[in-house]
């Protein structure tokens, strides 16, 4: 089985450009559904440089020109196409707002579309119980950025039809990816295990176990990981792990509970490379 044939992505931002671009690089006509007219002419741009990079790499078998005309860019949610057999949201990680387009997006398309959301924390099921017919959708976690991630994470609510994850793996691998099925549960399985491990790096800084270089060196050399926790933290912004582990410290309990270290650090405005500090200096 290939991809669908039409699907619909609503926000084309980092990940929803990601996303746009690998569906038509496979040979889906893809609808990106933007927020107005201008932010949907600056979602096609971010997918035409998504493109150029890939052909840069050699990743593309055709033209990126070629690629791209498989691409609508929308300003406007109501013009999706009725016959898309997949809708993916990406937009900004708000409840109201992705319960928002979801429930608009499931009354433009029919009866057969899966309908999914990209978002790294919100509740699957809670997200599914807003909508008309929950059997149909589930969380599609795409990695950032979208084209080389190997991983995708497929969530799956109490409501979700079997036969709708059977059909969104078969797309995942047509995509040349893996899927890992994950019940929805906070955090899924990658944030919940990532946190933990970049949570217990900084607990040994805060104790001097040892310093950051070598917290880092630890598990990239002893453990083969890619990149160390302090400096995997540092990439997705001390900001962004604090709001994380602030909320797994809430659904599932002390052992996420945040270290003194990361809240001060964040206090400071060292959020990691996009501040040019954080464990490390990135200038
Ligand atoms: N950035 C990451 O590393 C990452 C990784 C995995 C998952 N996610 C999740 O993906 C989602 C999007 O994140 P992002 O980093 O791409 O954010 P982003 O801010 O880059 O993109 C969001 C896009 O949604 C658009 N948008 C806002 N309101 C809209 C509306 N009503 N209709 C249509 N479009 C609208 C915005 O204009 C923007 O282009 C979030 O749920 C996030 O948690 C992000």
């Given at each position: 089985m290939g991809v669908p044939g039409s699907v619909g992505v609503i926000g084309g931002g980092r990940m929803g450009a990601g996303i746009a671009q690998v569906f038509a690089t496979h040979g889906a006509a893809v609808s990106v559904v933007e927020s107005d007219e201008s932010a949907a002419v600056a979602a096609r741009e971010r997918i035409a440089e998504g493109l150029a990079k890939a052909a840069e790499r050699g990743k593309l078998s055709r033209q990126p020109d070629v690629i791209l005309e498989r691409v609508t860019v929308l300003g406007d949610l109501t013009r999706l196409p009725a016959e898309a057999e997949l809708v993916v949201e990406a937009v900004p990680e708000r409840v109201e707002l992705k319960i928002d387009v979801l429930t608009r997006a499931e009354s433009v398309v029919s009866d057969h579309a899966v309908l999914a959301s990209n978002t790294s924390s919100l509740s699957i099921t809670e997200l599914g119980a807003?909508?008309?017919?929950?059997?149909r959708f589930l969380g599609m976690h795409f990695f950032n950025p979208v084209p080389p991630s190997k991983l995708v994470e497929v969530v799956t609510a109490p409501q979700t039809d079997e036969t709708v994850t059977r059909r969104v793996r078969d797309w995942v691998r047509a995509l040349g990816k893996t899927d890992v099925v994950v019940r929805d549960s906070p955090g899924f399985a990658t944030s919940r295990l990532g946190v933990l491990l970049g949570l217990e790096a900084i607990r040994m800084l805060e104790e001097g176990v040892a310093d950051a270089e070598a917290i880092d060196n630890a598990m990239e050399l002893?453990?083969?990981?890619?990149?160390?926790p302090l400096r995997s933290t540092d990439l997705v912004g001390l900001d962004v792990r604090l709001a994380i582990a602030e909320y797994l410290h809430s659904t599932l309990g002390e052992r996420f509970a945040p270290p003194r270290l990361l809240r001060d650090k964040v206090a400071a405005g060292e959020l990691g490379r996009k501040t040019g500090r954080g464990f490390f200096e990135w200038r």
């Open positions: 807003a909508l008309r017919e929950p059997r002893g453990y083969r990981h890619p990149m160390g």
